[in-house]
């Protein structure tokens, strides 16, 4: 099993930067793929990025692409969402998400442990 701890959110400027750390409990955090989401109000959950056990292989979703930037350290056991050049429309809570799924995935069901997210506000 796997506890996940997200952090770092906060009010910032639109244009300006954050970036979410998320710290995992337990010896098996390294053996999972490592997935952020978010949720605005009204909204469904929406996939950001995604990031192999390894941390090898990478994958976003369009609407981020290029602004974000997800990495992790092992040693660690942390995965990282750096957000550059945030928009008001990034506003939302923030989640890290552990999964065994193979290959590149952004559904929220095959992700099995979640944490519980931390709020992102960008003003105008």
């Known amino acids: 099993q796997v506890q996940l701890v997200e952090s770092g959110g906060g009010l910032v400027q639109a244009g300006g930067s954050l970036r979410l750390p998320c710290t995992g409990s337990?010896?098996?955090?390294?053996?999972?793929?490592m997935g952020w989401f978010r949720q605005a109000p009204g909204k469904e959950r929406e996939f950001l990025a995604g990031?192999?056990?390894?941390?090898?292989?990478?994958y976003y979703a369009d609407s981020v692409k290029g602004r974000f930037t997800i990495s992790r350290d092992n040693a660690k056991n942390t995965v990282y969402l750096q957000m550059n050049s945030l928009k008001p429309e990034d506003t939302a809570v923030y989640y890290c998400?552990?999964?065994?799924?193979?290959?590149?995935?952004?559904?929220?069901?095959?992700?099995?442990?979640w944490g519980q997210g931390t709020q992102v506000t960008v003003s105008s």
């Open positions: 998400a552990a999964t065994k799924a193979p290959g590149h995935t952004s559904v929220t069901y095959e992700y099995d442990y």
């Open positions: 337990g010896r098996t955090f390294s053996s999972y793929a």
């Open positions: 990031i192999s056990w390894s941390g090898g292989s990478t």
